[in-house]
């Protein structure tokens, strides 16, 4: 298949994926509830799989499972570890300085 | 504005000795500590996930389905009747617990599907939408002008062929059911198979013509 066709352009994206049909498959929502939510940040305009991210986001949030703050401290502390790590080596949080 | 064949811009490449990450890559990965660390998730079924809807199931399946229409009509009765248990059958069962409803084309009928929501396909069926499917151009538009979508598509529907679109929900998906080209009398379900193509199953196209 030609690269337009690809269900996903970068690996954080089946990533995202993954973790909310794993989600909804474990019971934490239903996907009736996902599909409102993702059409609720669709409608604002952003791209498909930055409005996918921040739905899930948003319905963590909802469930208490996690705060924005704790995920943007910690998006940060990844960022922190992929440039503390050597180029070709594994990206791991415990390299993370913080 | 085309709907078709738009590709979104690839994240940056870096080419630094360290590593980047892309910002958004982070965040899921800052989720995916949390889920974990919580035990909500799995990270092996995750990757099965992914796996499975990146490399598995695709519209060979849909395909296999209208072919076995195309050549049972007991089949494509069942298919008309209730699509949720005919698609069962073959194996073929939404991990959602969604409902799929077979629409078929007919002369002087087609079928076209969408999600103006936003992305609710028949995944057991066609696998993962292409990205003109998910576009806000193709979501607001097919409903709006769906013969001018279709020509973009490069499908130009006779004036007098009746047009309807089927808006897709989490609880409801649906299959378009292309006409069995001319010509394909005595084949076999696997060659009537190939002649499937996804486009023809979500109606922006047709099932192709044999050669």
Redesign the interface.
């Known amino acids: 298949m030609s690269a337009p066709d690809q269900p996903f352009l970068a690996p954080w994206q089946a990533q995202v994926f993954g973790l909310t049909v794993a989600l909804s498959e474990a019971g934490l929502f239903n996907w009736p509830d996902w599909t409102q939510a993702l059409g609720a940040q669709l409608a604002t305009g952003a791209e498909y799989w930055d409005a996918w991210l921040q739905a899930l986001e948003v319905i963590l949030t909802q469930k208490g499972v996690a705060v924005p703050d704790e995920i943007a401290a910690l998006a940060h502390r990844w960022q922190d570890a992929a440039h503390a790590t050597p180029h070709g080596q594994p990206i791991l949080l415990e390299n993370a300085s913080g | 504005m085309k709907v078709?064949?738009?590709?979104?811009a690839?994240?940056h490449d870096h080419h630094d000795?360290?590593?980047?990450?892309?910002?958004?890559?982070?965040?899921?990965?800052?989720?995916?500590?949390?889920?974990v660390q919580?035990g909500?998730?799995?990270p092996a079924?995750?990757?099965a996930?992914?796996e499975t809807?990146?490399h598995k199931v695709g519209p060979q399946n849909g395909a296999a389905v209208v072919a076995r229409a195309w050549s049972e009509p007991a089949f494509a009765d069942w298919l008309a009747r209730d699509a949720t248990a005919a698609v069962g059958a073959m194996g073929f069962t939404g991990?959602?617990?969604?409902h799929v409803k077979a629409v078929f084309n007919a002369p002087g009928l087609h079928h076209v599907i969408v999600c103006t929501?936003?992305?609710?396909y028949p995944w057991s069926l066609l696998?993962?939408?292409?990205?003109?499917y998910?576009?806000?151009a193709y979501r607001s538009r097919v409903v709006i002008e769906p013969r001018a979508v279709l020509a973009e598509f490069g499908l130009v529907l006779p004036e007098a062929t009746q047009l309807r679109v089927w808006d897709s929900?989490?609880?409801l998906r649906y299959l378009v059911v292309p006409m069995r080209p001319e010509g394909t009398e005595g084949w076999t379900p696997e060659q009537l198979a190939e002649l499937v193509t996804r486009e023809s199953m979500i109606g922006t196209g047709l099932a192709r013509v044999p050669a």
């Open positions: 078709h064949n738009r590709v979104p690839m994240p000795h360290d590593n980047h990450l892309d910002p958004m890559d982070a965040r899921v990965r800052a989720l995916e500590t949390i889920l919580k909500l998730v799995d079924a995750v990757d996930i992914i809807y990146a991990r959602q617990g969604e929501l936003c992305s609710c696998g993962l939408p292409p990205v003109w998910k576009s806000p929900t989490a609880e």
